[in-house]
């Protein structure tokens, strides 16, 4: 005849399996990764990947998105930016704040078209913009330009006045540039002659650290920015490739030393991340970066010399 056994003895199968569960929370309590590891809350999308102004079938120009608790910071806004977004699924109603690196064409050119666009869909809430002068200007001449049609959606669809919610920034040193609940931004200067300024922009978010070059030959205050950085995304030259397409050109030496003076190969930007002692790198606005296309593996063995981090080769539409 088996023997009852009393309710709190160890050798009953309900109390013993109620001691292996708390035994089993206590030891996840105990070790917090990755039993217990958090959603990550900040994610980082590459809108745009092609470097320099022209159109290319392959890739879009520079833009990227960093989207926090659902909250979106566009860094840069070349051509297409807008529709990119709505590629990669991202509500254009949730852009809160919009940086541009510098006034160059292949990063400003849909600076207005993306704000005029984000609220003919459904944007409704004001947006801060941060860059070199002339923003305001340009944010007032923008307006201007498209104030018939503006007109008329305000009082054809019953859309809030566009101009109150945009509200400029500009930025002509270096520091800390907005802080909310969700990221803190910093600006550094960097060097892509004759843009001046022209700046890098670290986002401290809650769970990581990404670091958006810019425009910039290889730069000791970029350096300083990315230290320790999770993730550096930076633009990225192959010169092989670059020799090869400007042989064909009457100024080729001028065109190569431009290029040299103000962007940064690919075996230098190995040397930045390096130096900076980031974890990721992701190379971005690739030059050359039209067709035909240089592969991964060109990239990958160009750079790969020079930083033993994990090495991201960018993509548009891309999510890190
Ligand atoms: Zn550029
Ligand atoms: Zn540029």
């Given at each position: 005849?088996?023997?009852?056994?009393?309710?709190?003895?160890?050798?009953?199968?309900?109390?013993?399996?109620?001691l292996?569960?708390?035994?089993?929370?206590?030891a996840?309590?105990?070790?917090?990764?990755?039993?217990?590891?958090?959603?990550?809350?900040?994610?980082?999308?590459?809108?745009?990947?092609?470097?320099?102004?022209?159109?290319?079938?392959?890739?879009?120009?520079?833009?990227?998105?960093?989207?926090?608790?659902?909250?979106i910071?566009?860094?840069?806004?070349?051509?297409?930016?807008?529709?990119?977004?709505?590629?990669?699924?991202?509500k254009l109603?949730?852009?809160?704040?919009?940086?541009?690196?510098?006034?160059?064409?292949?990063h400003?050119a849909?600076?207005?078209?993306?704000?005029?666009?984000a609220?003919?869909?459904?944007?409704?809430?004001?947006?801060?913009t941060?860059?070199?002068?002339?923003?305001?200007?340009m944010?007032?001449l923008?307006?201007?330009?498209?104030?018939?049609?503006?007109?008329?959606?305000?009082?054809?669809?019953?859309?809030?006045?566009?101009?109150?919610?945009?509200?400029?920034?500009?930025?002509t040193?270096?520091?800390?540039?907005?802080?909310?609940e969700?990221?803190?931004?910093?600006?550094?200067?960097?060097?892509?002659?004759?843009v001046?300024?022209?700046?890098?922009?670290?986002?401290?978010?809650?769970?990581?650290?990404?670091?958006?070059?810019?425009?910039?030959?290889?730069?000791?205050?970029?350096?300083?920015?990315?230290?320790?950085?999770?993730?550096?995304?930076?633009?990225?030259?192959?010169?092989?490739?670059?020799?090869?397409?400007?042989?064909?050109?009457?100024?080729?030496?001028?065109?190569?030393e431009?290029?040299?003076?103000?962007?940064?190969?690919?075996?230098?930007?190995?040397?930045?991340?390096?130096?900076?002692?980031?974890?990721?790198?992701?190379?971005?606005?690739?030059?050359?970066?039209?067709?035909?296309?240089?592969?991964?593996?060109?990239?990958?063995?160009?750079?790969?010399?020079?930083?033993?981090?994990?090495?991201?080769?960018?993509?548009?539409?891309?999510?890190?």
């Open positions: 005849m088996p023997v009852p056994t009393h309710k709190n003895d160890p050798s009953n199968p309900t109390r013993r399996r109620l292996q569960a708390a035994a089993l929370t206590l996840a309590a105990a070790c917090p990764l990755p039993l217990l590891a958090a959603a990550p809350r900040s994610r980082l999308i590459l809108l745009g990947t092609a470097g320099g102004p022209t159109p290319k079938p392959n890739r879009a120009a520079p833009a990227q998105a960093i989207v926090v608790d659902g909250v910071y566009v860094i840069d806004c070349g051509n297409g930016v807008a529709r990119q977004m709505v590629l990669a699924e991202l109603d949730a852009i809160r704040n919009v940086f541009i690196t510098h006034q160059h064409s292949d400003n849909d600076y207005g078209n993306l704000l005029w666009l609220w003919a869909a459904t944007l409704k809430t004001r947006v801060d941060w860059g070199p002068p002339p923003l305001k200007e944010t007032r923008f307006l201007a330009m498209n104030d018939s049609d503006i007109q008329t959606r305000i009082a054809d669809e019953g859309r809030p006045p566009l101009a109150p919610l945009i509200v400029p920034h500009e930025l040193t270096a520091g800390v540039v907005m802080q909310d969700r990221v803190k931004v910093t600006a550094a200067l960097v060097q892509h002659p004759p001046v300024p022209s700046f890098a922009y670290r986002f401290d978010c809650p769970d990581r650290s990404i670091v958006i070059s810019g425009d910039t030959r290889p730069s000791d205050n970029l350096i300083t920015l990315a230290h320790n950085a999770d993730v550096l995304v930076h633009e990225v030259m192959y010169m092989p490739a670059l020799d090869r397409l400007i042989a064909s050109e009457p100024d080729a030496k001028h065109l190569r431009h290029l040299l003076a103000s962007h940064t190969s690919a075996e230098q930007v190995g040397r930045v991340a390096t130096a900076a002692g980031v974890k990721t790198l992701v190379l971005s606005h690739f030059v050359p970066g039209g067709l035909p296309a240089i592969s991964d593996e060109t990239w990958r063995d160009a750079v790969r010399p020079h930083f033993k981090g994990k090495l991201v080769i960018g993509r548009d539409l891309l999510e890190l």
